[in-house]
C-alpha cells in the first residue's frame, strides 16, 4: 500500500467503519485541523451538533507524521479522500476574501466539506473586542473599566481600512508582491501605546497609513476603479470600517496590538488591586498574606487570550456554525 494512503485516512475509510458499527452507535465525524490551539476553537464550534447520533473527533492531519498548517489539512481533501465523515475545519485567511481567484480559495469556498473562520484566523476572534475588559477580569480579578477596548479597536480599525483594501486588491490581482502582507503589518503596527492616553498613536497610525496610501496611488494609477471595485465587494463579505481588525493577518493582532494592550492594561489593574491591599491590610501579616493570595491567583495574560471564547456570540461564529448546520441538514 502507497505510503501516502497509510498516512491520510480517507472518508470512505471512515463511512465504511460507520456502516460496521450497531444502529444504536454513534456516527464519527474527523474533523482535520491546522494546529493544537485549533483543535480547541473548533471544539467549541463543533460541541453543539453533538446528539444521540454523531460526533466529532477534532485531530491535527496526520497521526504518524508531525504534519501541521493549512496545506497539510487540504491535502486530505484530493479525489475520493473527501466525504461526509471527513471534514477540514481551517483559518480563512485571505482566501475568503479572494472570492475563488487562487485555486486553495476555491477549494475552500466550493467544498461542503471545508470549513473557515471567515475572521482572518482564530486569534482574531479570541481578539474579539467586546470581549477583552473580561479578559482582563480573568486575568487581575480586576473589574475596573480603565481602557476603552471597543472604542480603540474601532478606530484602529477605521484607520487601517483603507489601506486595508490595498492590501486586498494587491493579492485579488496578483500585485502582492509590490505590497505583501508583511509590509501591510510594518505600516499598522500601532507602535508605542499609553493606557491613559492612546489617542497619539491612533493619530500616528493614520498617518503611516495616508503616507503608504499616497504612495501605492502614485506606483498604481491605473487602479482607482478597480480598488473601489475592491472595497464594495469586501464590505459586502462582512468587512467594515469598524471591525477591520477582524480580518488582518492573526498573529499580527495577537502579538503586535492587542497583547502590548494587555499587557500594559493588566499591569495597572494589578497595581490597583495591590495598591488596595496595601492601603486596607491591618498589619505586615496580612497584607502579605493576601497580597500572597491574589498573586497566586493571577493568570497568564497570552494564555488566557488563547482560551477566550467570548467570540461565540460574534457574527463570524454564526456563519461558521450556520455552515456545519447545513453540511449536517443539506
Known amino acids: 500500500m502507497p505510503s501516502k494512503l497509510k498516512d491520510n485516512l480517507n472518508s470512505q475509510y471512515f463511512e465504511a467503519a460507520n456502516r460496521l458499527k450497531s444502529k444504536q452507535a454513534k456516527r464519527r465525524i474527523v474533523a482535520y485541523v491546522e494546529s493544537y490551539d485549533d483543535i480547541y476553537f473548533w471544539r467549541t464550534v463543533l460541541n453543539r451538533f453533538e446528539d444521540q ?5 477534532v485531530m491535527l492531519p496526520s497521526h504518524k507524521k508531525l504534519e501541521r498548517g493549512k496545506k497539510s489539512v487540504l491535502m486530505n481533501f484530493i479525489g475520493d479522500q473527501i466525504g461526509p465523515d471527513m471534514i477540514a475545519c ?6 475568503y476574501l479572494l472570492q475563488g481567484k487562487t485555486a486553495q480559495s476555491r477549494k475552500i469556498l466550493e467544498s461542503p466539506y471545508v470549513f473557515h473562520t471567515y475572521a482572518y484566523a482564530i486569534e482574531n476572534l479570541q481578539c474579539y473586542a467586546p470581549t477583552l475588559h473580561e479578559v482582563c477580569v480573568a486575568i487581575t480579578l480586576n ?6 477596548f471597543d472604542d480603540y479597536l474601532r478606530q484602529y480599525s477605521e484607520a ?3 489601506l486595508f483594501v490595498w492590501s486586498v486588491w494587491a493579492y485579488r490581482t496578483g500585485m502582492h508582491n509590490k505590497f505583501s502582507m508583511s509590509d501591510f503589518g510594518r505600516v499598522v503596527d500601532p507602535g508605542g501605546f499609553n493606557v491613559a492616553n492612546p489617542q497619539p498613536s491612533i493619530d500616528h497610525l493614520r498617518r503611516k497609513v495616508s ?10 494609477p491605473e487602479a482607482k476603479e478597480e480598488y473601489l471595485k475592491t472595497k464594495e465587494s469586501i464590505k459586502a463579505l462582512g468587512v467594515t470600517p469598524q471591525t477591520t481588525y477582524l480580518y ?3 498573529h499580527h493582532l495577537f502579538d ?3 497583547i502590548p494592550i494587555l499587557n500594559k492594561v493588566c499591569n495597572r489593574l494589578r497595581q490597583e488591586r ?16 493576601e497580597m500572597s493570595c491574589y498573586e497566586h491567583s493571577l493568570l497568564d495574560i497570552r494564555l488566557t487570550l488563547k482560551k477566550n471564547v467570548g467570540y461565540l456570540h460574534s457574527e463570524q461564529f454564526q456563519h461558521i456554525q450556520q455552515d456545519v448546520a447545513e453540511y449536517l441538514n443539506p
Open 143 to 148: 473589574d475596573h473599566r480603565i481602557f476603552d
Open 90 to 95: 481551517v483559518d480563512a485567511d485571505y482566501d
Open 274 to 289: 495591590q495598591d488596595e491591599i496595601t492601603r486596607t491590610a491591618r498589619h505586615h501579616t496580612q497584607r502579605r498574606n
Open 248 to 250: 488582518i493577518q492573526g
Open 160 to 162: 487601517i481600512f483603507p
Open 256 to 258: 503586535n496590538v492587542v
Open 211 to 220: 503616507t503608504k496610501i499616497h504612495h501605492l496611488q502614485q506606483e498604481f
Open 53 to 57: 447520533t454523531r460526533y466529532f473527533e
